[in-house]
């Protein structure tokens, strides 16, 4: 891998690591469609956390993985779950999100071309560190391919 392919993958995973963004609480009930007291309760309840700040006239902020938290509650809640149910279903799903987070942050090498496809290079498929796994997408299908190291 080049310089600025490496420099690009370094900056990629420094991005994925990142949980600046922030929406007030205005702003999480618009984009959610749930109201900001039912936000409100759910906070009080310790369902969804807000980050404090000391801007003027903000109290909360509530991250990105808190405003997906919310589209899923929400979600569960319209199919008929209870809000405890709903809840803990979410936080299966957030770690499930937080382990492929890891996953990708830790096994994406970044993409090349090989035998006509563009790969990505998922690291090394051994313990031995001679071999790399690679996936390409053929039709919607992922394909694997394992390549001695280079």
């Known amino acids: 891998m080049n310089n600025q392919n490496t420099e690009f ?31 409100r309760y759910w906070e009080q309840k310790g369902y969804i956390h807000s980050q404090k700040v000391t801007e003027k006239n903000t109290t909360h902020r509530f991250s990105y993985g808190t405003l997906m938290r919310v589209h899923f509650i929400k979600a569960m809640l319209d199919e008929g779950f209870t809000l405890a149910s709903a809840a803990q279903r979410a936080t299966e799903q957030s770690t499930q999100m937080e382990m492929m987070r890891i996953f990708v942050t830790n096994a994406f090498q970044g993409v090349e071309e090989r035998e006509g496809h563009h790969m990505i290079n998922l690291g090394y498929f051994d313990e031995a560190h001679t071999q790399n796994l690679y996936v390409y997408i053929v039709d919607n299908e992922a394909h694997y391919r394992v390549y001695p190291k280079k």
Do not use: P, R, Y
């Open 9 to 39: 993958l370094k900056n990629l995973k420094a991005q994925i690591n990142k949980h600046k963004f922030t929406v007030g609480i205005s702003d999480l009930a618009k984009t959610t469609g749930v109201s900001q007291t039912q936000l």
